[in-house]
């Protein structure tokens, strides 16, 4: 196993080794043999890296969450990602579909939810809008038997598409989860 930490390179002011940084990052996360550990939002005090591994996600180096580190709390602590496309393998959490009817709505509208493998739980959710930091949202909605609850916008929701990468039972383990909807104005 090769580590490579180049933390700090990435945390410097923009120059000639924060360029040659970014550019080594973007090379290994096309290797879909890498797996890339990043502190969780809340417990980063240096967010320089992680914004530069997420634009160069968000500019087509697709990746995935494929694990997480939580404390007792169930605060997660570490996330890990690998590329979209590398293989799953033998038990890895394979990622939880998450259903928004219909994918785009406004403040004050209602939309659906709909998350199968959770039936008659409350969920937790870790939510990104768009290039934002993440955050959690805990005790999220409580879904019915069929796994769905309806949820109303908050008027004061900005436009902006919102996906979801982690969820779990609250309380329970946290799972990789995708799916998204947006918020129009």
Known sequence: MNVDDFFFALN???????AEAVKKLGEL???PRNLFLLHSPQRTFYPTPAQEFFALAG?????????????????ITYEVYQQAGAPVGPGAALEIPVLFTPQRVA???????????????WIDVVYQLERS???????FCRLDAQGRARITVP????AATVR?????ASGGEWRPAHGSITVVR
Not at 164 to 168: E, L, N, T, W
Request: net charge negative; hydrophobic share 30%.
């Open 59 to 75: 500019s087509g180096i697709e990746m995935r969450p494929v694990a997480v580190f939580q404390e007792r709390s169930g605060e």
């Open 164 to 168: 979801v990468i982690f969820i779990r």
């Open 107 to 121: 403040p004050k509208q209602e939309y659906a939810i709909e998350v199968r493998e959770f039936p008659n739980s």
């Open 133 to 139: 930091p993440r955050a959690t949202a805990t005790r």
């Open 155 to 158: 008027a004061d929701h900005p």
């Open 29 to 31: 996360m096309r290797d």
């Open 12 to 18: 410097t002011p923009p120059g000639p080794e924060h």
